[in-house]
Nanobody, 126 residues
Framework: EVQLVESGGGLVQAGGSLRLSCADSGFTFDDHAIGWFRQAPGKEREGVSC????????HYSDSVKGRFTVSSDSAKNTVYLQMNSMKPEDTAVYYC???????????????????WGQGTQVTVSS
């Protein structure tokens, strides 16, 4: 059974940083993608980034490009989302998701992922 567990959310001031973690277990495929999504109150869930385990390639949404960085520690089966220069509009519940295979051209689409974590709240105060 595949399980994804996010951690690292919290409250941060604008301009500050947070690092989210997504620990995955139960994957029998070495080649998989980990996507990060976020959902603010009253808004649709939006794709933030995607990481391909096969080659380490990454994708970012325009809203976070240059501020957020995704990385991984394969020994810990964990993918990280480093969030810098945070803005109040980054406030949301952040989710990690997984799919078999690399990030696709539709990595930002929630329907591209089969497995989801429970989410972690990130709040950025102004």
């Amino acid at each position: 059974e595949v399980q994804l567990v996010e951690s690292g959310g919290g409250l941060v001031q604008a301009g500050g940083s947070l690092r989210l973690s997504c620990a995955d277990s139960g994957f029998t495929f070495d080649d998989h993608a980990i996507g990060w999504f976020r959902q603010a109150p009253g808004k649709e869930r939006e794709g933030v980034s995607c990481f391909s385990s096969s080659d380490g390639s990454t994708h970012y949404s325009d809203s976070v490009k240059g501020r957020f960085t995704v990385s991984s520690d394969s020994a810990k089966n964990t993918v990280y989302l480093q969030m810098n220069s945070m803005k109040p509009e980054d406030t949301a519940v952040y989710y990690c998701a997984a799919e078999v295979g690399p990030c696709t051209d539709y990595w930002f689409d929630i329907n591209d992922y089969e497995y989801w974590g429970q989410g972690t709240q990130v709040t950025v105060s102004s």
